[in-house]
Each structure stands twice: as C-alpha cells, then as structure tokens.
C-alpha cells in the first residue's frame, strides 16, 4: 500500500462502524456481565468451561489521565480509547457471521479471552503509531494542507458517529481527536519516508525476491483414487494399473495443452478438467507465495520457465499440471512485497525501542475489562428503548389475546342463552 500507512483508515472505521456495533466501555457491573453469560450458556452461545471473574465497573475515561508514558512522550487516555473503538468495531465486524462475540470467554483452550486479546493488540497498534512518529523529526515530516483537510474531515466523520454523552464517556474532544488523527498521520508519512530509504538499498538477492510470477493451472492427478472394502482396507492397486492410469491422465493433459494452445478459453477448459481446488498461483522464484505459502520446486521451476501468455504441461509429484503463464512480473504484488520486507527490517529496531523505553500504561487501563453489554450511553439507551418496545409489544399482544378469549367466552355465553331460549319457546 505504497504511500498509505495501513493503519491511516482508522479514523474513517471508526466514524462509520460506531453507528453499527455494540461497544465496550464506561459502566457495566459484575452483575450484568454474569447474568448475560448465564444467558449465553442458557441458549448454548459463548460456552466455556472457564468461569469469568468477577469485575469492577468500567469508570468513564478522565480526559486528563496519562494512558502511557514511553520515549518522552506522553499519551493520554482518549487517544489510547481511540484505537480502542476502531479495533473492537472491527473485530466484531470481522465476527459477524458467527454471531456477537462473548469478549469474557477464552479464544482457545489455556488462551487469552477475546477482550485480553483486543487489549493487546491496542496496545501494539497504539505502540507502532508512537514508534514511527519518533521518525518524524528525523525524516522532516510536516503535515501538509491536504493532510490537515483529511483530518479535519475524519473528525467530522467521527463527530457525527457519536453522541455528545458518547463523546464525554471516553472523554473524547475535537481537540484529541485531532491530535490523535494527527498521531496517525504522521506515523504514515514516517513510515513511508522510512520504508523507501529501506527498498532503494535493497541487494539484488532482496529484489528477485519481490519479484512474483502468476501463472493459472489445470491439474491432472497421477495417483489413482483408491476405495475400500467392507472393512475399512484400501484397495490395492497394481503397478499395471497405476501406470495405466498415469498414462491416461498424461494423455488428458496433452489434449487439454492443445485445445489451449489453439486459443480456446483456459479457464473454461479449467473448468471442465481441473483436479485441483486452486486455479491461480503467484509465486516468487524462491518458490513462496505472498502469503509463504511454498510450492514444490518442479511447479517453481516449470512456472519459471514459461514466457507471458505461454502454455506447457509440468508434471510433479501431484500430477500433470496444465500450466499458463499470466504475468512474468505482478507490479502490485512486488510492490507489496517490497514494502512488507522494507518494515520487517524494522522489527529488531521496534523491539529494541520498546526494551529501552518500557511503556506503562496506567492502572484504568490496565485494569479495563472488555464487557459484552454495549456501554455508550446512546447504544445502551436504544436498546433499552427497543427491549421496552418488545415488552409493550408482549402486553400488548397479551391484552389483544386476553380480549380475544373473553368476547370469545361472552359469545359462547351468549350462544349458550340464545340456544336455552329457543329451547323454552319450543317447549310452550
């Protein structure tokens, strides 16, 4: 994301996902955080065998509290509750199709509850920001005019997110925010000035490293797919047979190569022929994928081996690979690439930053406890607001249902005299 720091949208997440998520935050008791873990457990959601403890009531944020001290510098609470509200609404975003998500359970067995977890990574998203702004000095970062108006429009944007009892809460101000945006922005610039100064001393080694070929496949396996037997034994299969059927394939794949090579559409033909779940791989000549996915050094080699728009079979150990070459050279993902290994030669130096600093961060931080119920006082009055509207619902389906069976009992009362009267008359 070459002239973007990845972290620069924060602000916009935050001003347009407040209006969607449920947040954390100022004054939920121990009591409601057990009473809705033990609903949870009622209708089977958010169950773990690990029993939460008891908490205290989340305090609103002082404006005026130090959060963290590091390097000189000095960071107060409305900043760090900030990255807060951007990183929880994203998480739960990212949750959604499971459903909310129960920040007092653990992740994984002997793991940190979600809620410690989204702590951390606050505290690294925040410490990163502080770390590349001691570059700006350095590296003569100023905030241009356009710099300024993109702020002053996230600020805006955030504004509008959020209530003005929301905003007192966490303590939130244009002034914080704007420093905080600021914060952000700068670390974007530094890390930009930083990183190209990192690429434009890379070694060759380094650069054939982010160089990344993308090529498209169609596989045909050469094992053969065995079935069992009534006990469970797989079937054996002869070296006969197996050959028979390598050839077979081999022959597959030949015909395949010509109907691609005489111009028909190869992702049609991989539609029809492809024995793998994967279609298109990029790969560098070391044989990893972007992700350090690693691929087997004859699909490697073979991938390399092809110009821009060539086709040719590859066999490896998986089978016959029908292979098209479709970029010798992904610009995007090189670019990518060499951006990822310009910040990693960062680590050792961020590491060392944080061992000689030692950041604190202070007790109503550290003492925060990532609750479940939604705490922004906008969020928990909407939806008390809808509970008492599904409550008026309730009674009033009720009284509609307690009307309904008493004209139901008077008409059979009614019918009940009609029928006794005609009964009478009859009878006269």
Same mark, same amino acid.
């Given at each position: ?187 974007? !610039? *530094?890390?930009?000035? &930083? %990183? ?7 070694? /060759?080694? #380094?650069?054939?490293?982010?160089? $990344? ?36 394939? !081999? *022959?597959?794949?030949? &015909? %395949? ?7 028909? /559409?190869? #992702?049609?033909?991989?539609?029809? $022929? ?37 086709? *040719? ?14 970029? #010798? ?100």
């Amino acid at each position: 994301m070459k002239g973007k720091f990845v972290k620069k949208a924060a602000a916009i997440a935050v001003a347009v996902s407040l209006t969607a998520a449920s947040l954390a935050g100022c004054s939920t008791s121990s009591e409601e955080t057990q009473a809705q873990s033990q609903s949870q457990e009622e209708t089977g959601a958010g169950e773990s065998e690990t029993e939460t403890e008891a908490v205290t009531e989340n305090d609103p944020v002082d404006p005026e509290a130090v959060a963290l001290e590091i390097d000189d510098m000095k960071i107060m609470a409305p900043e760090l509750f900030y990255f807060y509200l951007s990183m929880r609404t994203q998480m739960e975003y990212s949750y959604q199709t499971l459903g909310s998500i129960d920040w007092t359970v653990p992740m994984y067995d002997g793991g940190p509850s979600y809620g410690d977890y989204l702590k951390s990574m606050v505290e690294s998203q925040l410490l990163q920001i502080l770390f590349w702004n001691t570059y700006a000095q350095e590296d003569n970062i100023t905030l241009s005019d356009d710099d300024q108006e993109q702020i002053t429009e996230e600020l805006a944007a955030f504004n509008e997110a959020l209530t003005d009892e929301d905003k007192a809460c966490y303590g939130f101000n244009d002034d914080n925010v704007t420093q905080t945006l600021e914060h952000i922005s700068i670390a974007g !610039k *530094a890390m930009d000035a &930083e %990183v190209e100064k990192q690429i434009a001393q890379f070694t /060759d080694e #380094e650069k054939e490293q982010c160089v $990344y070929r993308t090529v498209q496949h169609i596989l045909f396996k050469t094992t053969v797919d065995t079935e069992t037997d009534e006990s469970g034994n797989a079937e054996t299969v002869s070296a006969e047979e197996e050959e028979s059927y390598k050839e077979s394939q !081999k *022959a597959k794949a030949e &015909e %395949v190569l010509a109907r691609a090579q005489a111009g028909e /559409d190869f #992702e049609t033909l991989a539609d029809e $022929y492809n024995e793998d779940s994967g279609f298109e791989y990029s790969l560098n000549s070391s044989g990893q994928s972007p992700a350090g996915v690693s691929y087997v050094q004859e699909f490697t080699d073979g991938a390399f081996a092809l110009s821009e728009g060539e086709v *040719a079979i590859v066999e490896t150990e998986y089978g016959y690979h029908v292979m098209k070459c479709i970029s #010798e050279n992904d610009e995007a993902l090189g670019e990518e690439a060499s951006r990822t290994l310009a910040v990693n030669k960062y680590n050792d130096i961020y590491q060392q930053w944080l061992t000689d600093n030692a950041p604190e961060f202070y007790d109503g931080w550290t003492n925060y406890v990532v609750l479940n119920t939604p705490a922004l006082p906008s969020q928990a009055e909407s939806e008390g607001e809808s509970l008492e509207a599904d409550e008026s619902q309730s009674t009033g389906d009720t009284q509609a249902a307690d009307d309904t069976q008493a004209t139901d009992e008077t008409q059979a009362a009614d019918d009940t005299q009609s029928t006794d009267d005609t009964e009478t008359v009859s009878e006269s």
